[in-house]
């Protein structure tokens, strides 16, 4: 047998007023784009914004539906947008930031498996990094340079 360590790393920022100012506009416009989430049923808003190299911005919000299955995540509404309508356009960044209607949520939240998965077919898609920053609806914020580091054990095309 023979053990292997992987690693990764964060940057944390404490607080949205500490970011960099593009990524504190991005981040201003996933809060936004959070306010627009339709979440009846869970109460937890997402919301997410993307950068393209072209210096486009796509948003997205999280849609649930009755159905629960049949709703999608925030971050998986921009990239797919943004894939649709720009399509060839690489992403440079991604903000993401959720709030919950019953509590102050103070810590930052990552993506869920699915759209980690989702995020990391347009990294590798492009060949190219994409730096993600997410927080609660306040608190400190966390950057990733690659979507890879949230899933460095990921499925690609290769394996296909």
């Known amino acids: 047998m023979k053990e292997q360590k992987i690693t990764t790393s964060f940057e944390v920022y404490p607080d949205l007023e500490a970011l960099p100012v593009e990524a504190k506009f991005l981040m201003q416009k996933a809060i936004a784009a959070r306010e627009d989430a339709y979440a009846p049923y869970s109460k937890f808003k997402v919301g997410a914004a993307v950068a393209l190299e072209n210096g486009v911005y796509v948003i997205g919000s999280n ?3 009755a159905a629960y299955p ?3 995540c ?3 509404v921009a990239v797919f947008s943004a894939g649709a309508n720009h ?3 690489s992403i440079t960044q991604i903000a993401i930031t959720a709030s919950a209607s019953d509590y102050e ?3 930052p939240v990552t993506s869920c498996g699915a759209c980690r998965q989702a995020l990391l077919e347009y990294e590798h898609k492009q060949e190219s ?3 993600i920053f997410f927080m609660g609806a306040s608190g400190s914020v966390v950057k990733t340079k690659s979507v890879g580091n ?3 054990l990921n ?3 290769s394996f296909l």
């Open 87 to 89: 399509p060839g356009v």
């Open 74 to 76: 925030a971050e998986r």
């Open 150 to 152: 949230l899933l460095p």
């Open 129 to 131: 990094p994409i730096e």
């Open 63 to 65: 849609q649930e539906n």
């Open 105 to 107: 949520l103070k810590e």
């Open 70 to 72: 049949t709703g999608l």
């Open 155 to 157: 499925f690609n095309s």
